[in-house]
Nanobody, 115 residues
Framework: VQLVESGGGLVQAGGSLRLSCAAS????????MGWYRQAPGKQRELVAG????????NYADSVKGRFTISRDNAKNTMYLQMNSLKPEDTAVYYC?????????WGQGTQVTVSS
C-alpha cells in the first residue's frame, strides 16, 4: 500500500485547508485510517481516525469541532478538512492506514499557520 498526502501549505490563523491522502496498491487490505501530525521537537500525535466504513470517527481534543475526517472508499482517498486553524496546528501531517498486521505511512505534508 502506498499513501500520498496533498493539500498542505501556508495559511493565516482562522483559515482553512483540506488535506487528501490517496491510497494505491493493495487497497483492499486497508481497514482503519487516520491523520497524525508532528511539530518540531514534539512527538507524532494522532489528530483523527476513521473506521473502514467511515461510520466511526475520533478526534484529538485539540481539534474537536474544527477538523473533520472523512473517506471515499470508491476513490481510495481520505480527507481532513481543517477549519479555524491556529498557529499551534503547524506541523507535518501524515496519513496512516492499517491493513492486516501492517501499518502504512505517507511521506507527510507541511501545514504552516501564521499568526
Amino acid at each position: 500500500v502506498q499513501l500520498v498526502e496533498s493539500g498542505g501549505g501556508l495559511v493565516q490563523a482562522g483559515g482553512s485547508l483540506r488535506l487528501s491522502c490517496a491510497a494505491s496498491g493493495s487497497t483492499f487490505s486497508i481497514n482503519a485510517m487516520g491523520w497524525y501530525r508532528q511539530a518540531p521537537g514534539k512527538q507524532r500525535e494522532l489528530v483523527a481516525g476513521i473506521t473502514s466504513s467511515g461510520g466511526i470517527t475520533n478526534y484529538a481534543d485539540s481539534v474537536k469541532g474544527r477538523f473533520t475526517i472523512s473517506r471515499d472508499n470508491a476513490k481510495n482517498t481520505m480527507y481532513l478538512q481543517m477549519n479555524s486553524l491556529k498557529p499551534e496546528d503547524t506541523a507535518v501531517y501524515y496519513c496512516n492506514a492499517e491493513g492486516g498486521l501492517r501499518r502504512y505511512w505517507g511521506q507527510g505534508t507541511q501545514v504552516t499557520v501564521s499568526s
